[in-house]
């Protein structure tokens, strides 16, 4: 704690953000002034939270929590400056006068996780989302009143959009070159300050399949708890320095109709003293170890379940629909971006980067709890030795019914009651890091999205029936 008591003297800092993550996945912070946070603070704990007002947290009659910062997430907050000057810190959080974790913390969840897996026999776990997101000029919407609904997405690049010079078509935004991509500027601020102010690095970024504004920037891979801090990290940065450009960034998966959404296909792999334990030369299908497809036989068994946490929003089901490179189909493969879980294979010898890909989760995800559930369902399938089936090398989505229901392809829930549905009956894989209260929390907060959305009369709905 000295430490860090010495780098906001030495950096210049005045205040301090202390970050945490609700249940939902939102960030929150705390302002504090540098003199406050002093070494005996640092190390009891900052009693400045009312956890009832955290969505998913605590009741009002148990309210008062405490966050104690973790030294390794410092960092200076770069659009920050002179007597403003900025560092932040990511926290846990505590209950019961600062002696205990409190059990519904996004991050205590996923450090259970990592405790969890060390108990399983291996060492570590290794996370590599990829992040989708939109970049537009400006958004806005009017659903406030029970008598009129609409949003408007403005675009410099959007395919509707006639000022623009080199406006994207539909499904045709992958890999363009600048003019026409405006956003490799942006991306490259939002990577070179990730890497030089957070230390994320970053392999790589390009403009994504949708019109108007879809970018992916690659972080290079990190632990589970870890990479939840950088994935909150990355949102927190994309967003501020789209506003500094006077742009406005949204993780939402579906906000344009007739394109692609925004996902975040994760790739996972186990290690053991520096092995990859999904690596296998021997296996001629994948290079995938029989540790790998036992892994992968948990996601299939629990693909449907997981939906809930890792696509936890009735938006997320507007993605996940034929026709947009989104899997809705539960199967597996190598090179089949149709399955939902795929085993990349760009070249052979990957013993680094031999991963299993899961492609259902999306970007409107809480990271902590996603990675957590995502491992323990893999866990699951070591555990119990789930097989997962043939690999499926064809299209999915020109099968026919009955040849899916031969080849016994189950599809991912149709919307977010159904994926609520699947997590109530399925969730034993869960236990021994998920809480009743949580995964009830979950839920409750879940079904009453879905209520709010689903009791809403839709513009479209004006166009179909008005004339019934």
């Known amino acids: 704690m000295s430490e860090v008591v010495e780098r906001l003297r030495k950096d210049g800092v005045r205040f301090v953000d202390l970050q945490l993550t609700d249940v939902p996945g939102k960030l929150h912070h705390v302002t504090v002034t540098r003199e406050f946070l002093d070494e005996e603070v640092l190390r009891k704990g900052v009693p400045k939270l009312d956890g009832s007002s955290i969505r998913g947290f605590v009741e009002i009659y148990e309210s008062d929590l405490v966050l104690k910062p973790d030294p390794s997430t410092y960092a200076v907050i770069p659009w920050s400056d002179g007597e403003q000057k900025t560092a932040r810190l990511i926290c846990d959080v505590y209950a019961d006068f600062g002696g205990k974790r409190l059990e519904k913390d996004p991050r205590y969840v996923a450090q259970k996780a990592e ?116 994935l909150m990290t990355y949102k927190y940065v994309v967003r501020n320095i789209a506003i500094k450009h006077g742009l406005v960034a949204t993780f939402m998966p579906k906000p344009i109709h007739m394109d692609n959404g925004s996902g975040m296909h994760t790739n996972v792999s186990l290690w053991t003293n520096g092995e990859n334990m999904f690596y296998d030369p021997e296996d001629d299908y994948a290079e995938l170890s029989q540790i790998g497809r036992y892994f992968t036989g948990g996601l299939l068994e629990h693909s449907r379940s997981l939906a809930a946490i890792v696509a936890p929003t009735t938006n997320s089901y507007r993605r996940l629909v034929p026709g947009y490179e989104a899997p809705i189909f539960i199967a597996w493969s190598r090179r089949n971006r149709s399955a939902n879980v795929r085993i990349p294979t760009y070249y052979r010898g990957m013993r680094k980067s031999k991963r299993v890909e899961f492609r259902t989760p999306d970007t409107s995800c809480n990271p902590y709890l996603a990675f957590a559930a995502i491992l323990m369902a893999g866990l699951d399938g070591i555990k119990k030795k789930i097989d997962p089936g043939d690999p499926v090398d064809e299209n999915i989505y020109h099968l026919t019914p009955e040849k899916r229901r031969e080849l016994g392809i189950k599809e991912l829930p149709r919307n977010l009651a159904e994926a609520l549905d699947c997590l109530e009956s399925d969730h034993e894989y869960l236990k021994p890091i998920y809480t009743s209260s949580l995964l009830d929390t979950i839920i409750e907060l879940g079904r009453k999205q879905y209520s709010q959305v689903a009791s809403r009369p839709h513009p479209y709905e004006f166009y179909l029936y008005f004339d019934v």
């Open 115 to 230: 405790e969890y897996l060390r108990t399983q026999g291996f060492s570590e776990s290794r996370w590599g989302p990829e992040a989708e997101f939109f970049v537009f000029d400006k958004v806005s919407w009017d659903v406030m009143t029970p008598y009129k609904a609409s949003f408007e997405i403005r675009s410099r690049e959007a395919a509707w959009n006639g000022d623009s010079p080199y406006p994207i078509r539909f499904k045709e935004g992958y890999f363009p070159a600048p003019p026409q991509d405006t956003l490799m500027e942006f991306r490259n601020e939002v990577a070179t300050t990730l890497t030089k102010y957070f230390g994320i690095q970053c392999d790589a970024h390009h403009h994504e399949v949708a019109t108007a504004g879809q970018c992916e920037i690659d972080m290079t891979h990190a632990t589970l708890t870890r990479m939840a801090d950088n």
